[in-house]
């Protein structure tokens, strides 16, 4: 039911109802949660179903509140994403667990003005909100400080609203240090990184900033270590370019791509360069990478809201917060597990 409830981005407790086909949930999430509970092979252990009856029916859930979830990106699918998928989880789950409901929102929903979304969350008693906050440039309700009078609040992300608000986040600067970690302790001697600028950018330069910050607690194994790659777009070219100046032996990354693109240009992964994204998730199982933990940073978010709706601080804080999760390093086939020093094939030829 875990497995089931992590791959479909909801509560354990979600997967109860909508597996019992329980009116309480959404039709639309009832179906979805089955058809992935189907994909995955459920199957009901009949005693466990008959022992969790009688304990639902001899206990009485202690229900305190419901605070939304508001996705604030143009995208409606947003928590389709892998990421944002394991937020929500960790929200869900978190609440689920204090005795709270998590009534989700678009914010850019046709014909759904900011206004008409507070009126809406005041009539419905919601007194919390965790907001979304996107990589996009803009932003996040900016010029609009008075939606968030009266509701207690935390987001997901970097500062990426206006007012600047309580936020959680991954340590990104400390994912990437970390990371160049891993590789020398593997081994790896010329480690570079390759990152969109769009997203380095967005975050501060914390990914190309960690990478030259261990760059140099490293100076005596990495005397002249790659330049950081900072991507435009899907520029094959400026990639090529960058391998064959930079001669790296792995590259920390987050761009998916990065495969098929060294596969074009005659290089295999682990045998020739090694990757590690910077991102992990188990969508892809054949990468070595950095978990962020977002289900952790999900659940975290949730518990700030819960703990300042108790508290009954509501508006945008004088003192904002800042929480860092850290990242966990996952092995994976694109790293080789023992020491070793990469050689390229044009360099094992001779070229």
Not at 24 to 43: C, N, P
Not at 74 to 100: C, N, Q, T, V
Not at 321 to 340: K, M, N, Q, T, Y
Request: charged share 25%; net charge neutral; aromatic share 8%.
């Amino acid at each position: 039911m875990q497995h089931v409830a992590q791959v479909a981005g909801v509560s354990k407790s979600s997967v109860s109802l909508s597996l019992r086909d329980d009116p309480r949930l959404a039709l639309a999430t009832r179906r979805r949660v089955q058809e992935v509970a189907a994909r995955l092979g459920y199957r009901k252990n009949p005693i466990v179903a008959s022992l969790m009856s009688q304990l639902r029916v001899s206990q009485t859930p202690r229900f305190h509140a419901n605070f939304a979830l508001i996705n604030c990106s143009s995208d409606r699918a947003l928590f389709d994403l892998p990421a944002f998928a394991a937020y929500r989880f960790g929200i869900r789950e978190r609440a689920d667990k204090a005795g709270y409901g998590v009534e989700e929102f678009w914010a850019e929903e046709s014909g759904l003005t900011l206004t008409r979304l507070r009126q809406i969350l005041i009539t419905r008693n919601i007194r919390g909100l965790i907001l979304t906050v996107p990589f996009e440039r803009r932003r996040l309700l900016a010029g609009h400080p008075e939606f968030f009078t009266d509701f207690s609040l935390a987001t997901i992300g970097h500062d990426r609203t206006d007012p600047l608000l309580t936020r959680v986040t991954n340590n990104h600067f400390e994912t990437t240090r970390t990371a160049v970690q891993k590789l020398l302790d593997m081994g790896y001697s010329r480690p570079g990184i390759v990152v969109r600028e769009s997203l380095d950018h967005l975050l501060q330069r914390r990914f190309s900033a960690g990478f030259q910050s261990a760059a140099r607690d490293h100076e005596s194994a990495l005397r002249h270590p790659p330049v950081p790659l900072l991507l435009h777009d899907e520029d094959r070219v400026q990639f090529a370019h960058w391998l064959r100046t930079e001669k790296p032996d792995a590259i920390i990354t987050h761009v998916t791509e990065l495969p098929e693109w060294l596969d074009a240009l005659k290089m295999q992964v682990p045998q020739d360069i090694g990757l590690l994204h910077l991102d992990w998730n188990p969508q892809l199982p054949d990468w070595a990478g950095m978990n962020q933990n977002a289900a952790l940073i999900g659940a975290t978010v949730a518990e700030l809201v819960i703990d300042q709706m108790a508290e009954n601080e509501v508006g945008v804080p004088e003192h904002p917060r800042l929480v860092l999760i850290e990242s966990d390093f996952v092995p994976g086939a694109s790293l080789r597990p023992h020491a070793f020093r990469a050689v390229s094939r044009e360099a094992a030829a001779g070229r």
